[in-house]
């Protein structure tokens, strides 16, 4: 059989750490972590290398073997994991999991693809810089899923999505070739800049092996402070006050309902600190110098004074900030205790942010009445986790009735977690065709057999035949 001759071959290329086969072995890579997304992979190859990582690539196109790579499997879009079949190859990074090199000079930091961001935050922090790369996840998510996602998180209306602080890209193509990008250089306009293609490719055109990452100087100060607000309006004059009394320092601004910071209550027996409203904001600001907290707390008084917040409090950095900060991180992992959840993570323009909860909450009661909703997110990027208590439905009932608010105001439909194969179909029916013809273009002219993470982002009945 030609799978058992490519497995052979693995196993020789790999050695026996470096192939599973076993059920057992493989059961965490073959599921993700909402166990939404199930699948019966061929095997799990664990490369140690670059050069063992293209030699898979190569091996399986050879046998015409599909390949889905994997990270820290976090991703909340279905991308990490095979289909039912039993004959896609997962390929995990977690083995390359070294960092190269942090210059605290040039600030930037060499990393493989498979160091957990967490380990790559603290490298930078043990130098004295910031790598601000941060979301809930970042215990688990590794630097080529963040990349491959083009993961955004808590400091984007800062630093940007994980894209601005990609410096140089290392990959592996879908024929095997490797590219190699790691260049530390701020500037570099020599020809195309191919490595933007692969940022939030999702693995569907190459595997990402190692990166350079741009890092920042370690703030010094650091004011951390929750509101609450009475409405999504008062928060964006909350943000207006934030961005006048507090500047570019602002790092964090989260919006987070009432109802999410019930379920966190609920499941994890965290009490909000401040007095009873319907929607909450957590706002950070770091700076390298000091005296952030007068600033904070005069955008605070001058909050409260002009009825954009009901109340109140700031913590400066250390076990208060992190006490505040358990209570939005906590809110995925409450939700899923809650049960199923159809998620959405949609964008639009930031002022319009009030006026679309007002008509998604309508569209909703006519079309699916009953049904709860669990909203919070990074209003500083006009990101919203709209995330609806599934309660038997299915998520394309709900996707529509969502998906078409958003659409009419202009918005995104995956803001920062991606299409994996959950959006897939969202994504054709509302992306302009000329841009998914486009789309289709790029991901012929790389992965010409589709063999790079099929059915992900582009479905596979819209690519040429083979
Ligand atoms: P994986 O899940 O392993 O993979 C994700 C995708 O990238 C898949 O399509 C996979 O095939 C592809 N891929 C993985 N590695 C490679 C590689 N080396 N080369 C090519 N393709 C690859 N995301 C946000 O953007 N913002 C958030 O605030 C956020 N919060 C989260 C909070 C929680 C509690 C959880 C569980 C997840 C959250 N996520 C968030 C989603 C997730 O953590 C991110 O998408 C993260 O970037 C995924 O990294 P990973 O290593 O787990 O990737
Ligand atoms: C977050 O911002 O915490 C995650 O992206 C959200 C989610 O659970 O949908
Ligand atoms: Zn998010």
Redesign the pocket.
Known sequence: MASAALLAQLRDRLGPQGLLTEEADMAGHAI??RRLFPGRPLAVARPADTAATAAVVDLCRRHGVAI??????????G??TPDASGTELVLS?ARMNAIRDVDPVGMTMELE?GVILETAQNAAAAAGRLLPIS???EG??????????N????NVLRYGM?RSLVLGLE?VLPDGTVVNGLRRLRKDNAGYDWKQL?IG????L????AAVLRLLPAPKDKVTALLSVPDPRAALDLLACAQDELGDTISAFELMSGFSLRLVETHFGLKRPVADGEWFVLIEAASTLSGLRDAAEAALGRALEDGFALDGIVADSGRGAADLWRLR?RI??SEAKEGKSVKHDVSVPIPLVPQFLVEAGEALAAKLPGARVNCFG?LGDGNLHYNVLADGRSSEEVNVVVHDVVQRFGGSISA???I?RYRVAELERRRAPAELDLSRRIKTALDPLDLM?PG?VLSRASLPRK
């Open positions: 993700d972590w889905v790579p994997q990270s820290g499997n976090t991703g909340m879009a991308g990490a990074l693809a979301l809930a996840a688990s998510a590794m630097a080529g899923g963040v990349i491959a996602t993961a955004g998180g808590i994980a990959v692969f490719s999702e693995g569907t190459g595997i990402v092996t991180e995925t992992e990074h920062e977690h991606g994996g993470n992900k």
